[in-house]
């Protein structure tokens, strides 16, 4: 490796098919986080702009083809996407790695091919739809339809750029609606080209259009308050979903909040550790630690509190952090300074409140070209107090906190100790635990045994202030449709 700079790209607006630039034509700069190199000028999206976006959305659904088109025909553009996007995959981990810092061969092998699986899923998962009959003896008919909404504002977080903005045109598309898509802007590289993407499988200009911009009082905003947004999926931050949703009030729009979290991973002291200790390490680190999902918050029973922490800590030490483009790193740094001053605000936080540091803590060694990243080293503390920020706050890096407990109640009661309720892990090998466990910890996805499976048929979202509304499968579907009831008389 040695030297990852790369040419600097010009990032424009897509709108109605084709790439246009800011009205004012004022960019911004995005940063390798690996490197702090400038490596994208990214136009940034106006007011005008974005209504400009909106029409085209709303244009495009109202008196295009695409609503009307068979189901057939619709899926088969989106799965021609879906192959496009693996036809390109490695340009995109490619830029995903460079964008967010990410190891290149973790967006390669997983997030890509995820992303284009988004996609076709969602294709076929729509064929096989049906709708409901209710016949009311020989006299009434009724049937039921589901119908696309209109024109929906996917506004989507740094961390799983192109995973978690397919997440939501998959079934957006799908069901017959258009799109005005706003990634984060952190990380607009590979969601700047789903526009030409989608023209190349053949989708209609103005069904998916991406603006690029920030949030408050720019493109975020924008398209949050359009009149001709109907709906709004977002992923993010949950007070950036508390204003989201006051600013989509007026208009009365549709929404579906996939928030943040602070997952409890209980490990009981009948656990395997030999799987919990690997997967607990991917949990905590992966994606240094950028994952709504992560499992940053570690209950440990005491019993086997020295054992874990001792191999929690060796498999720490094992990881590599480094150079996201080296196909041998396992950790790259956190996305931006601001994200790497918030991260590391919390090592003095944990200090201050008596946390017990047992591994990382500081900047990794690191080459010399690499001097300039926003990197951490994986970071371990022990916390006997759940009331602590560290374990009530989302760090969102590679921060985790142990906490012991002693049984089972105490465990639960840590668990719920949060305002979050996305995801909670649990390993243990007595099934009625397991149960009881899963039944009790008051979030969206439990995993037994294991962290991060997916079958995207399921249910995924938040309890509490981790979200509202589910995704996946036909939660997605009826997030993104009408639902129209028809009465005939016999
Ligand atoms: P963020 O809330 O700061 O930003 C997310 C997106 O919202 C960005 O595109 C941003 O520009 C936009 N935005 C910000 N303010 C806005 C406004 N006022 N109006 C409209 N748009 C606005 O979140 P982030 O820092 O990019 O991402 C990290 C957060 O996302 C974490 O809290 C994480 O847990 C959460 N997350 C949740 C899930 C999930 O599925 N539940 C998945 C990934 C990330």
Same mark, same amino acid.
């Given at each position: 490796?040695?030297?990852?700079?790369?040419?600097?790209?010009?990032?424009?607006?897509?709108?109605?098919?084709?790439?246009?630039?800011?009205?004012?034509?004022?960019?911004?700069?995005?940063?390798?986080?690996?490197?702090?190199?400038?490596?994208?000028?990214?136009?940034?999206?106006?007011?005008?702009?974005?209504?400009?976006?909106?029409?085209?959305?709303?244009?495009?659904?109202?008196?295009?083809?695409?609503?009307?088109?068979?189901?057939?025909?619709?899926?088969?553009?989106?799965?021609?996407?879906?192959?496009?996007?693996?036809?390109?995959?490695?340009?995109?981990?490619?830029?995903?790695?460079?964008?967010?810092?990410?190891?290149?061969?973790?967006?390669?092998?997983?997030?890509?091919?995820?992303?284009?699986?988004?996609?076709? /899923?969602?294709?076929?998962?729509?064929?096989?739809?049906?709708?409901?009959?209710?016949?009311?003896?020989?006299?009434?008919?009724?049937?039921?339809?589901?119908?696309?909404?209109?024109?929906?504002?996917?506004?989507?977080?740094?961390?799983?750029?192109?995973?978690?903005?397919?997440?939501?045109?998959?079934?957006?598309?799908?069901?017959?609606?258009?799109?005005?898509?706003?990634?984060?802007?952190?990380?607009?590289?590979?969601?700047?080209?789903?526009?030409?993407?989608?023209?190349?499988?053949?989708?209609?200009?103005?069904?998916?259009?991406?603006?690029?911009?920030?949030?408050?009082? $720019?493109?975020?905003?924008?398209?949050?308050?359009?009149?001709?947004?109907?709906?709004?999926?977002?992923?993010?931050?949950?007070?950036?979903?508390?204003?989201?949703?006051?600013?989509?009030?007026?208009?009365?729009?549709?929404?579906? /909040?996939?928030?943040?979290?602070?997952?409890?991973?209980?490990?009981?002291?009948?656990?395997?550790?030999?799987?919990?200790?690997?997967?607990?390490?991917?949990?905590?680190?992966?994606?240094?630690?950028?994952?709504?999902?992560?499992?940053?918050?570690?209950?440990?029973?005491?019993?086997?509190?020295?054992?874990?922490?001792?191999? /929690?800590?060796?498999?720490?030490?094992?990881?590599?952090?480094?150079?996201?483009?080296?196909? $041998?790193?396992?950790?790259?740094?956190?996305?931006?300074?601001?994200?790497?001053?918030?991260?590391?605000?919390?090592?003095?936080?944990?200090?201050?409140?008596?946390?017990?540091?047992?591994?990382?803590?500081?900047?990794?060694?690191?080459?010399?070209?690499?001097?300039?990243?926003?990197?951490?080293?994986?970071?371990?503390?022990?916390?006997?107090?759940?009331?602590?920020?560290?374990?009530?706050?989302?760090?969102?890096?590679?921060?985790?906190?142990?906490?012991?407990?002693?049984?089972?109640?105490?465990?639960?009661?840590?668990?719920?100790?949060?305002?979050?309720?996305?995801?909670?892990?649990?390993?243990?090998?007595?099934?009625?635990?397991?149960?009881?466990?899963?039944?009790?910890?008051?979030?969206?996805?439990?995993?037994?045994?294991?962290?991060?499976?997916?079958?995207?048929?399921?249910?995924?979202?938040?309890?509490?202030?981790?979200?509202?509304?589910?995704?996946?499968?036909?939660?997605?579907?009826?997030?993104?449709?009408?639902?129209?009831?028809?009465?005939?008389?016999?």
């Amino acid at each position: 490796m040695g030297n990852i700079q790369t040419e600097v790209k010009e990032v424009k607006l897509f709108i109605d098919g084709e790439y246009v630039e800011s009205s004012t034509n004022s960019t911004f700069e995005v940063k390798n986080p690996a490197t702090q190199e400038v490596i994208a000028h990214v136009h940034e999206a106006t007011n005008e702009d974005v209504d400009r976006a909106c029409r085209a959305a709303r244009r495009a659904f109202e008196e295009g083809p695409w609503r009307k088109m068979t189901v057939a025909e619709r899926c088969g553009k989106i799965r021609r996407m879906a192959e496009i996007i693996i036809e390109r995959k490695e340009e995109l981990a490619r830029l995903e790695a460079l964008d967010v810092g990410k190891p290149y061969h973790v967006a390669l092998e997983r997030e890509i091919p995820r992303a284009a699986h988004n996609l076709s /899923f969602f294709a076929d998962f729509m064929e096989k739809q049906g709708g409901e009959v209710y016949p009311m003896e020989d006299e009434y008919l009724n049937y039921t339809r589901y119908e696309p909404v209109g024109v929906a504002a996917l506004i989507t977080p740094w961390n799983l750029p192109l995973m978690l903005t397919t997440w939501k045109l998959g079934p957006c598309l799908a069901t017959g609606n258009t799109a005005v898509i706003k990634p984060a802007e952190m990380t607009p590289l590979t969601v700047s080209l789903l526009g030409e993407i989608a023209k190349e499988a053949g989708i209609p200009d103005g069904v998916v259009n991406v603006v690029q911009g920030f949030g408050a009082d $720019s493109a975020g905003e924008f398209m949050t308050t359009h009149p001709d947004v109907d709906l709004i999926s977002f992923t993010g931050e949950t007070t950036t979903g508390k204003g989201i949703m006051k600013n989509g009030a007026d208009s009365l729009k549709r929404v579906s /909040f996939e928030l943040g979290g602070k997952a409890a991973n209980i490990i009981f002291e009948d656990a395997n550790l030999d799987k919990a200790i690997p997967v607990s390490i991917q949990a905590a680190f992966m994606n240094s630690g950028q994952v709504c999902l992560a499992g940053s918050r570690i209950l440990v029973q005491r019993s086997i509190m020295d054992e874990f922490v001792d191999r /929690f800590k060796k498999a720490a030490s094992e990881l590599k952090v480094g150079d996201p483009q080296d196909v $041998s790193t396992n950790m790259g740094p956190v996305v931006s300074e601001e994200h790497y001053n918030k991260v590391t605000s919390y090592l003095d936080i944990a200090n201050d409140e008596n946390s017990t540091l047992v591994y990382g803590g500081k900047r990794p060694d690191l080459p010399d070209y690499l001097q300039d990243g926003y990197y951490l080293e994986p970071t371990i503390y022990i916390q006997e107090d759940p009331n602590a920020r560290i374990c009530q706050e989302e760090i969102f890096g590679p921060v985790v906190t142990l906490i012991p407990f002693d049984t089972e109640e105490e465990a639960l009661e840590i668990a719920n100790n949060t305002e979050y309720g996305l995801n909670g892990v649990v390993w243990t090998d007595n099934l009625q635990r397991a149960h009881r466990i899963s039944h009790n910890v008051r979030a969206g996805t439990i995993w037994v045994n294991c962290w991060f499976v997916r079958d995207l048929r399921a249910p995924f979202g938040g309890f509490k202030k981790s979200g509202i509304g589910r995704e996946g499968g036909h939660h997605s579907l009826e997030f993104f449709t009408e639902a129209k009831n028809i009465c005939i008389a016999l």
